[in-house]
């Protein structure tokens, strides 16, 4: 059964079409990232997921269960972490995790689940002396109360420098461990690159992609990256470069690098033509297209 299945999903707000006919699904056990700029409609899919929002067109359920006609069913196996959420100054940690144990009538052993996400020690210190990561990892924490078999996280892992970042993928890789699927929102590409097993790329409510990482590379021809390092840069050589058959993009790095995504047969063509303009190419080398070199291909549009 699948975690997530969203049909035709549209939400239109008076004068903004928030989601455009959204078809996607989130298989159990994996971790999925949705990625797109802000303003992309994020935040309205994940609203619909948890009836905050009702869909103007189309479905979505959640383990077969529609999210708005059978709402609490749908909502029964998951656990969320919401954007922009706060804590309580005045309770501890192991208060924080009791209370989301009682509310979700369960019985887990606030101890374990504090020590999970690396706040035991803290574990009898108001929740207002905590930093922003361990407070990111207590609310993380009273989402996996209940060992949910799904994880909706909208930005986790906005505002952590990357230590905190990387702290709260290692929690999320041992929930996949144990089944978990997780459904991960982003406009952060690296955290998204760095541990998702498949993307959807949502551009101004439309999702304009959705694959594995490989698979993304793939579909923009091959996904190779080609770095030229050149004495000086001319406009009309990168303009040059862009009109190749085959190069997807082409940018100027550094002030003398020429960077250009392409699929793999084009490479040869790229150096011949930069020797055709005349250019002094001093060197050459590739590397794999990153995840914010597709989202640029896809989206046509720069990080955050
Ligand atoms: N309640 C609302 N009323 C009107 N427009 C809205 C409402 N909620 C969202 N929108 C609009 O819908 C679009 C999608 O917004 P949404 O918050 O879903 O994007 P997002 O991808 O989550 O962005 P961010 O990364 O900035 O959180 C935006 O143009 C936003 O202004």
Known sequence: MTAITADELSKRY???????????????GEIFGFLGPNGAGKSTFINILLNFARPTAGSVELFGHDCQAEGVAARDRIGVLPEGYSVFDRLTGRQHIEYAVRSKDADDDPVEILDRVGVRDAADRPASDYSKGMKQRLVLGMSLVDEPDLLVLD?????????????????LRKERER????????????????????????????????????GLRQSIGGGTKLLIDVTEVADATVEAIRGVDGVETATVRDGSTIEVTCTNDAKMDVIVELQR????????RTEEASLEDMFVAYTGSGQR
């Open 155 to 171: 930005e986790p892992t906005s505002g952590l420098d990357p230590n905190g970042a990387t702290e709260i993928r290692s929690i």
């Open 277 to 284: 303009l005349g250019a002094d190419v001093v060197n050459f």
């Open 179 to 214: 089944g978990a699927a997780i459904f991960f929102s982003s406009h952060i590409l690296e955290q998204v690159e760095a541990i998702c097993d498949r993307v959807g790329i949502l551009q101004d409510g439309e999702l304009v992609a959705v694959d594995t990482i490989e």
């Open 14 to 28: 008076t004068t903004v079409t928030a989601l455009d006919r959204v078809s996607l699904s989130v298989n159990e």
